[in-house]
T-cell receptor, first 112, second 113 residues
Framework: DQQVKQNSPSLSVQEGRISILNCDYT??????FLWYKKYPAEGPTFLIS?????DKNEDGRFTVFLNKSAKHLSLHIVPSQPGDSAVYFC???????????FGKGTSLLVTP | KAGVTQTPRYLIKTRGQQVTLSCSPI?????VSWYQQTPGQGLQFLFE???????NKGNFPGRFSGRQFSNSRSEMNVSTLELGDSALYLC????????????FGDGTRLSIL
């Protein structure tokens, strides 16, 4: 049962514009959410996280928004750069839980 | 600071054999988690070790096992390999406290013939 869903398998954005990646979850017990970026032949790289007590967290060009009532989070990348082209995974965990539940990923292509 | 190191990077085995994969966490990290990535199922949690004890376990058969040593290094073992075990096996380490990110290695690509 997929508890974390990324409904867009792919996204194409022009360099300099905003990339918005979306993620939905079904388990209301999740309280910690993360985004990872993955290049081919490499492991996932941690980007940014957010705790359920917040609704926004920023780190440089990356901002994560959490809407608990809608069970939805999104990752905004501004401005997008060609080097951001990768597969992005959303993940979530429960309180005192150390198992990450992953979405199936969204492939982002940033074109010059 | 060195990242998570997994060895070997690639492995080819035949059905019925067993395999051991190794993971060295980031220095100071006490938690090591293992995940399986396949095209159909995505990234799935196998188990997590903290201070040499299995603290969490996913929904995998008993053929999948692991252990953690006193220096936090971890090994994962799969016995009686099946074709469906072909996957990328990823190890991640963290401080082991709640709401701390896990940092991944580059994985071991296991192919079963």
């Amino acid at each position: 049962d997929q508890q974390v869903k990324q409904n867009s398998p792919s996204l194409s954005v022009q360099e300099g514009r905003i990339s918005i990646l979306n993620c939905d979850y079904t388990n209301s017990m999740f309280d910690y959410f993360l985004w990872y970026k993955k290049y081919p032949a490499e492991g996932p790289t941690f980007l940014i996280s957010i705790s359920s007590i917040k609704d926004k967290n920023e780190d440089g060009r990356f901002t994560v928004f959490l809407n608990k009532s809608a069970k939805h989070l999104s990752l905004h990348i501004v401005p997008s750069q060609p080097g951001d082209s990768a597969v992005y995974f959303c993940a979530a965990s429960r309180p005192s839980g150390y198992a990450l539940n992953f979405g199936k990923g969204t492939s982002l292509l940033v074109t010059p | 600071k060195a990242g998570v190191t997994q060895t070997p990077r690639y492995l080819i085995k035949t059905r019925g054999q067993q395999v051991t994969l190794s993971c060295s966490p980031i220095s100071g990290h006490r938690s090591v988690s293992w995940y399986q990535q396949t095209p159909g199922q995505g990234l799935q949690f196998l188990f997590e070790y903290f201070s040499e004890t299995q603290r969490n376990k996913g929904n995998f058969p008993g053929r999948f096992s692991g252990r953690q040593f006193s220096n936090s290094r971890s090994e994962m073992n799969v016995s009686t390999l099946e074709l469906g075990d072909s996957a990328l096996y990823l190890c991640a380490s963290s401080l082991g406290e709640s709401n701390q990110p896990q940092h991944f290695g580059d994985g071991t690509r296991l192919s079963i013939l």
